[in-house]
């Protein structure tokens, strides 16, 4: 049996937490630079506040319907998941943290339990040691466990936040309920091409032959298929390292001149490249991106992505950066005014293991000078030591203008009561 564990409107829930007199009330969360809207309370759908909604189109109506407007706070959000997570451990010995809000608990051997009330049990201790509501699927299958957790999530009142499908008659009946677009590992345009075929629920799709949904889906959408009728076939996954590392901003105005873009540029490829160094790892690709705003129907559009694969891998901020403003170069186009740009590094290696080239490798020299410059930035503050490319006088800094408190990461900003 698996367990999925859901924490329900998570953004939303951290926030409550230290501000207890907006439960009940609508909330919605900001992605980067207060754009659009990222995550929204269950009061904040019923008002009407659409995913993806942009802020400052939708300002009016926040404020007409008492829509409570919080900039993202990942720190406080990801201090919160290592919480949860950490009480979830302690219901079994193998668990697979699917995101910032959900894990899957592999329950082997746990065949004398009273699962049901093994499931409260967790969602209860989640709830009174962290503050963060839960809700728990159990399942024979990780697919028919992220099932259960819908059914538990959508009818609270009913399951108690818990629900368990534990025999035929409960699958079949889950199965029936579930609109084939909300299928989990079923994406858009494959549920449009289904419900064209009149298959409209789980239940219609798992009444297909195999040999047409692996035609159709792949191996992929029969995996899925056979989750659905009770056969597990997806395993916990293992925590693997990252094989992409991006850093993209929207800028504050929009920027024309191709040296605006390159200070930019240069500052992503040196986060980029002290995250590498972070991981012990090296890249062998890089890409850079820029686009202009695709709000202003009134500005002429252009966005353009470009890889570059490199004759080397490197960690090394020089290194990255001149690939980076080469590129850069060859994509910029005047009489734009552009409102995003990225470097993204891909193709990574560890850096002990990097195979030498007979004609190109990195410089051996960057190695020691990136440790020094590495150790001095974090001694000292980020960023303290930079390229001559980059601003020195600029702290980049996001536009949050309704970031709440790190309540529970900075000392200084720990909730006071006075008595």
Excluded at 70 to 99: C, H, K, Q, W
Excluded at 253 to 275: D, P, V, W
Excluded at 340 to 366: C, T, W, Y
Aim: glycine share 6%.
């Amino acid at each position: 049996m698996y367990a999925l564990v859901d924490c329900n409107n998570f953004y939303a829930s951290c926030e409550r937490l230290f501000r207890p007199d907006l439960i009940g009330k609508p909330i919605v969360i900001l992605s980067n630079n207060d754009g659009c809207v990222i995550a929204r309370s269950n009061e904040a759908k019923a008002v009407g506040i659409p995913m993806g909604a942009p802020a400052y189109q939708y300002e009016k109506a926040f404020k007409e319907k008492g829509v409570h407007v919080f900039s993202a706070n990942f720190t406080l959000y990801g201090d919160m998941s290592n919480r949860v997570m950490t009480v979830l451990s302690d219901y079994s010995p193998d668990m697979e943290i699917y995101s910032i809000d959900e894990a899957f608990l592999k329950l082997q051997g746990f065949d004398y339990f009273d699962l049901p009330e093994y499931g409260k049990n967790m969602r209860t201790k989640v709830t009174q040691w962290t503050g963060i509501p839960v809700s728990v699927g159990i399942a024979p299958t990780k697919t028919l466990a992220k099932l259960a957790n819908q059914i538990a999530k959508k009818f609270p009142s009913e399951t108690g936040g818990t629900y368990v499908i534990d025999n035929e008659e409960k699958r079949i009946k889950a199965l029936k309920w579930l609109k084939i677009n909300d299928v989990w590992g079923i994406g858009r345009q494959h549920a449009k091409r289904l419900q064209a075929m009149g298959v409209h629920t789980a239940f219609d799709f798992i009444g297909l032959e195999d040999s047409n949904v692996k035609k159709m889906m792949s191996v992929v959408g029969l995996r899925t298929k056979k989750e659905l009728e009770g056969q597990s076939v997806l395993g916990l996954e293992q925590v693997q390292v990252k094989q992409s590392i991006a850093t993209t901003r929207s800028f504050e105005s929009n920027y024309t001149e191709l040296e605006q873009l390159s200070e930019r540029i240069a500052t992503f490829a040196s986060f980029c490249a002290e995250k590498l160094r972070k991981q012990k790892m090296c890249c062998r690709s890089v890409a850079v991106f820029i686009q202009t705003n695709k709000n202003r129907k009134d500005l002429p559009q252009y966005n353009r992505k470009l890889l570059l694969k490199l004759p080397f891998a490197t960690n090394s901020t020089l290194e990255l950066v001149k690939f980076t403003q080469q590129g850069l170069k060859h994509i910029f186009k005047k009489g734009y005014a552009y409102k995003k740009a990225g470097v993204i590094v891909h193709d990574f290696v560890e850096e002990n293991q990097i195979q030498m080239s007979l004609f190109a490798n990195r410089n051996p020299r960057h190695i020691s000078l990136m440790k020094v410059i590495d150790r001095l930035n974090l001694n000292h503050g980020q960023q303290k030591v930079r390229l001559a490319s980059q601003d020195l006088q600029r702290v980049w800094k996001m536009k949050q203008l309704k970031l709440s408190p790190g309540y529970t990461t900075q000392l200084n900003e720990v909730i006071e009561i006075r008595v």
